[in-house]
């Protein structure tokens, strides 16, 4: 069945480096591959999306790379802040007719300051 | 003005009740989810409705019956609450691509 692997499934920084989720996906129909931030107590928020016909997408410090090829995306987070301390989720699905999202297990990010 | 909201925000129950818990978008959107959190913050999902109908059902137990009014509300009753239950479920609504999320219910089962 569809999958999607997430790693690491936590991560320390300290503030001010990069910081780096992985994921693979399973569904090689998938074609939209969206990112989620959930703070403590919180509900899941986008942070940043791709679609499969862009390989890389920036806003600001965040970044999503996609290898369409090795089923691979990546979310980059560059000047890390400790608001940035959070659970991120990566999700992969079928952008026309979502009716499912695929959610990697979760990656514990803190930042320390 | 909340896009997604769900109601209660918290509902401990013993075991062997049932319970309801409701969920209302308010974007317009054709397409409601229903995922559960379990305490490693995996996100499942449970069931998804498009246009009330509904379009899949992840292995959830029968005693899981979800219901869709209309496509603003997708509501969520459980039977025989089991302690395996307890879990933040999540209700979510998309048109396209991003999906939204509402502030989940925290359900404890005792």
């Known amino acids: 069945g569809e999958n999607v692997e997430q790693h690491p499934s936590t991560l320390s920084v300290q503030e001010g480096d990069s910081a780096v989720i992985k994921c693979t996906y399973s569904?090689?129909?998938?074609?939209?591959f969206p990112w989620y931030k959930q703070e403590l107590g919180k509900r899941p928020q986008l942070i940043i999306d791709?679609?499969?016909?862009?390989g890389e997408k920036k806003d600001q410090r965040i970044a999503v790379t996609l290898n369409k090829t090795a089923k691979h995306f990546s979310l980059h987070i560059t000047e890390t802040q400790p608001e940035d301390s959070a659970v991120y989720f990566c999700?992969?699905?079928?952008?026309?007719?979502?009716?499912?999202?695929?959610f990697g297990t979760g990656t514990r990010l803190k930042v320390l300051a | 003005d909340t896009a997604v909201s769900q109601t209660p925000k918290y509902l401990v129950t013993q075991m062997g009740n049932d319970k309801s818990i409701k969920c209302e978008q308010n974007?317009?959107?054709?397409?409601m989810y229903w995922y559960k959190q379990d305490s490693k913050k995996f996100l499942k999902i449970m069931f998804s409705?498009?246009?009330?109908?509904?379009?899949i059902n992840e292995t959830v137990p029968n005693r899981f019956s979800p219901k869709s009014p209309d496509k603003a509300h997708l509501n969520l009753h459980i039977n025989s609450l089991e302690l395996g239950d307890s879990a933040v479920y999540f209700c979510?609504?998309?048109?396209?691509?991003?999906?939204?999320f509402g502030q989940g219910t925290r359900l404890t089962v005792v």
């Open positions: 979510a609504s998309s048109s396209d691509t991003e999906a939204f």
């Open positions: 569904d090689s129909a998938s074609n939209y």
């Open positions: 791709i679609r499969s016909n862009v």
């Open positions: 999700a992969a699905s079928r952008a026309s007719g979502t009716y499912k999202y695929i």
């Open positions: 974007l317009g959107h054709d397409t």
């Open positions: 409705y498009n246009n009330k109908e509904l379009i």
